[in-house]
């Protein structure tokens, strides 16, 4: 069986120690952006389509994220893009590294 990109970056962080997140995460009153996982400060992205031209290549979906990542920028979150085809310890661990040395 194979795992969603999803249940895979959730099984990896919690067997790295990573603490609790939140799914889902939306940080604009004013807008329908979403962090797919939030926690401490710090949002993580899976990044999918990468290599197929998903929607976080085409234009119209790379300029969105564009002011997606600005507006959290301006807000002082720090944002983490993980590609969803390899998530990996190589991707989480400096996530979680960052998380405890007390990103804001």
């Known amino acids: ?24 995460h939306k940080f604009s009153k004013g807008r329908r952006f979403r962090f797919d996982y939030f926690t401490a400060g710090v949002a993580i ?13 085409r234009p119209s ?3 969105n994220d564009m002011e997606k990542y600005n507006l959290a920028a301006s807000l002082g979150i720090l944002v983490f893009r993980i590609p969803s ?3 990996s310890a190589k991707w989480l661990s400096p996530i979680i590294e960052t ?3 007390g990103a804001k």
């Open 61 to 63: 979906g790379f300029l």
């Open 45 to 57: 992205e899976l990044e999918g389509g990468v290599w197929t031209r998903g929607r976080h290549t």
């Open 1 to 24: 069986m194979k795992l969603t990109p999803s249940a895979k970056f959730e099984l990896l962080w919690r067997s790295l120690g990573g603490g609790e997140l939140k799914k889902e």
């Open 85 to 87: 085809h390899d998530i």
């Open 99 to 101: 998380i405890k040395q």
